[in-house]
């Protein structure tokens, strides 16, 4: 069977970006959290959802906006405007909408081979993000 031809990321909607980025932030915070801490797999996930909540995405956005490129800010832009059918349960519109930007752009980053940017930005985030702060 023949392999599709590969999608240009730029043709892609902006939540199958966030459906990618997701992922990215997630293996980020999960790997960072094993290299530094020896807690059991019910404690990791809790100290991960800490991050990876579309609450605690859109402060860490807040937090990485002013970093932004200004085609980082137009895809975050992107991510953010898109329509979604649902809400999360923890979090307002305006910070799901975040979130899925927040994910979007790292999706973009990713499929982009931007993984630098990408490790950049997380570096940022985990020096400069408190999970604990309301």
Request: with cysteine; hydrophobic share 40%.
């Amino acid at each position: 069977m023949n392999e599709p031809e590969k999608i240009d990321p730029r043709e892609l909607s902006p939540l199958a970006l966030a459906f990618v980025g997701d992922s990215v932030l997630e293996l980020l915070v999960r790997q960072r959290l094993v290299e530094h801490h020896r807690l059991s797999a019910g404690k990791l996930n809790a100290e991960k959802v800490k991050y990876v909540s579309a609450r605690a995405q859109f402060r860490e956005e807040q937090l990485l906006e002013p970093l932004f490129t200004e085609d980082e800010l137009a895809v975050f832009k992107r991510g953010r405007n898109a329509s979604k059918a649902s809400v999360a349960k923890h979090a307002s519109p305006e910070e799901y909408r975040a979130s899925t930007g927040f994910e979007c752009l790292l999706g973009w980053l990713y499929l982009n081979g931007r993984l630098s940017r990408v490790q950049e930005l997380f570096e940022t985030l985990w020096q400069s993000f408190d999970p604990n702060e309301k």
